[in-house]
């Protein structure tokens, strides 16, 4: 399969790289790339009006992201330019609304916390919606998938589905979906025990699976499936199955308090479904069976 590996470029979009929210670097925008060969609708103007006043002043959108998780987000050759379907969709979002949108690399687990402090403008990083979270953010959903199980290549664990991690150490990446969905399996395990590896990051869930540490990675369908059968990766390993459990909706988290840029970048997502931009942007990563034909709000 290919897939699309280059950066974004796009007028009016920039992605920032940051280590941990810290000083960030812009990276170098090249002079094309799949947003601009795909077509962007134009400008609108009565969503950038729309836009908070903070917002407009600074001259930008910084939403904080975890570039790991391919084929969603992740580090391109260089090391500094992120690509993926978000980076894209973030690129497309800003040309539709005619404003910067930033992408600051920072620490998934914190990420609603550093919204809250008003450090980011919103979350942009494969997140589910989940009504616990809602609790925190309101949600602007833009993608639909489910959880796999990934092991290594030959399934030495001959683990087929959930109940079978029941006696395994089995990692994830820390203050997601799975983690939650991992405490869940472990209560059902009866006298056996299910040791949770909470990482920092997917890319460290993954050398724990690649060295032997843990029998299997639980994380959402889409990276799974990439490692699964991308070249660098698939020899070392492959989906328990083609099961994908307890689907949801991911979304761009946005403060509670920040209507205003919840309902501009709900709006934006619309345009870009109606146009046909969105449906393109989600074939040039091989996501197509992800789309939502709505732009919701929490689901709704």
Not at 167 to 176: I, K, Q, S
Request: with cysteine.
């Amino acid at each position: 399969m290919t897939r699309l590996r280059r950066a974004v470029a796009v007028t009016g979009a920039a992605l920032v790289l940051a280590a941990g929210g810290c000083s960030s670097v812009e990276t170098e925008i090249t002079p094309a790339g799949a947003v601009n060969e795909i077509g962007i609708v134009a400008k609108d103007a009565e969503l950038y009006a729309a836009l908070p006043e903070g917002v407009r002043t600074k001259g930008f959108i910084r939403l904080v992201t975890d570039a790991s998780y391919a084929p969603m987000e992740y580090f391109s050759a260089d090391g500094r330019t992120i690509i993926g379907f978000e980076p894209d969709l973030a690129a497309a979002l800003g040309q539709v609304l005619g404003i910067r949108v930033e992408l600051v690399v920072g620490v998934f687990s914190t990420a609603i916390d550093e919204v809250d402090a008003g450090n980011y403008d919103g979350v942009l990083s494969s997140m589910t919606d989940t009504p616990e979270r809602r609790e925190r953010a309101d949600f602007v959903n833009y993608f639909s998938t489910g959880t796999s199980i990934l092991v290594q290549r030959g399934n030495p664990g001959a683990i087929e589905e959930l109940g079978d991690l029941c006696g395994h150490a089995v990692a994830t990446e820390a203050g997601t979906y799975q983690e939650e969905m991992l405490k869940r399996v472990r209560a059902t395990c009866g006298t056996t025990t299910l040791s949770i590896h909470s990482l920092p990051t997917n890319a460290d869930a993954l050398v724990e699976l690649r060295t032997g540490r843990v029998a299997a990675v639980l994380q959402d369908y889409p990276p799974a499936s990439y490692i699964a059968t991308d070249a660098k990766t698939s020899a070392f390993f492959q989906l328990a199955s083609d099961k994908q459990y307890e689907p949801g909706l991911f979304g761009i988290a946005v403060d509670k308090d920040n209507a205003a840029l919840r309902d501009c970048l709900r709006g934006a997502l619309q345009r870009l479904i109606d146009s046909g931009t969105y449906t393109d942007l989600l074939a040039r990563w091989e996501l197509s069976a992800s789309a939502v034909t709505k732009a919701t709000v929490n689901g709704r």
